[in-house]
């Protein structure tokens, strides 16, 4: 596709449930990156896709957040049990390669009530 | 502690006026700084540096890296209402993994 596109734009959903967030990075990117930004800060790392596989999980929070990209692909961000803390954009990222600019997608927002 | 800072945090000028905007980090293995534009959700890419001293420019907005003293500085010039945004620094460093860190923005404001 042109962009990175993520679905949906907006996600209400009640305290306790699971969601997924979903990624459709650049065609051909080959590095995926999730991102959560809270209101007044920047971006914060979650996790790094090299192809099919986690390179990188450090910024997940605890075992509540889990992501998967099973073709080297589309990714998922999956949270089970979900907190009023959670509440924020999700934001995935795309790059050719890795240390090259990454291009972002419009982000997921999530609320939790 | 934070390891990007940017200042200001926010900012409010008139249309026409020149901007500075400031970020410096305290990282270990450098390897690119990146400055983006957050309008609504999506940041949009601007500018990676990875050499001090080499000026990047894109019409009204230009941007340096000093390695030395560890910032760089965004400028725009002849500012417009549509600059209006929060501009993000990213500094990307460690060991293999290429992920960014952020700072928390500069919130500029261009008053017609």
């Known amino acids: 596709g042109a962009g990175v596109s993520q679905t949906p734009s907006n996600k209400v959903t009640e305290k306790g449930k699971y969601v997924e967030l979903r990624c459709d990075p650049i065609s051909g990117h080959t590095a995926l990156y999730w991102y959560r930004q809270s209101l007044g800060q920047g971006p914060e790392f979650l996790i790094y896709f090299q192809g099919t596989g986690a390179a990188d999980d450090s910024g997940l929070p605890n075992d509540r957040f889990f992501a998967v990209r099973p073709e080297g692909s589309v990714s998922t961000l999956k949270i089970q049990r979900t907190e009023r803390g959670d509440s924020a954009v999700y934001l995935c990222?795309?790059?050719?390669?890795?240390?090259?600019?990454?291009?972002f997608g419009q982000g997921t927002r999530l609320t939790v009530v | 502690e934070d390891k990007v800072v940017q200042s200001p945090l926010s900012l409010v000028v008139h249309e026409g006026d020149t901007v500075t905007l400031n970020c410096s980090y305290e990282?270990?293995?450098?390897?690119?700084l990146l400055w983006y534009k957050q309008e609504k959700k999506a940041p949009t890419f601007l500018f990676m540096l990875?050499?001090?001293?080499i000026e990047k420019k894109s019409g009204r907005l230009s941007s340096i890296l000093d390695k030395k003293e560890l910032f760089s500085i965004l400028n725009i010039t002849a500012t417009q209402t549509g600059d209006s945004a929060v501009y993000l620094c990213a500094v990307e460093w460690g060991g293999s993994n290429y992920k960014l860190t952020f700072g928390k923005g500069t919130l500029l404001t261009v008053n017609p």
């Open positions: 990282v270990t293995n450098f390897r690119s």
């Open positions: 990875t050499s001090s001293g």
């Open positions: 990222a795309s790059s050719m390669h890795p240390n090259t600019e990454a291009f």
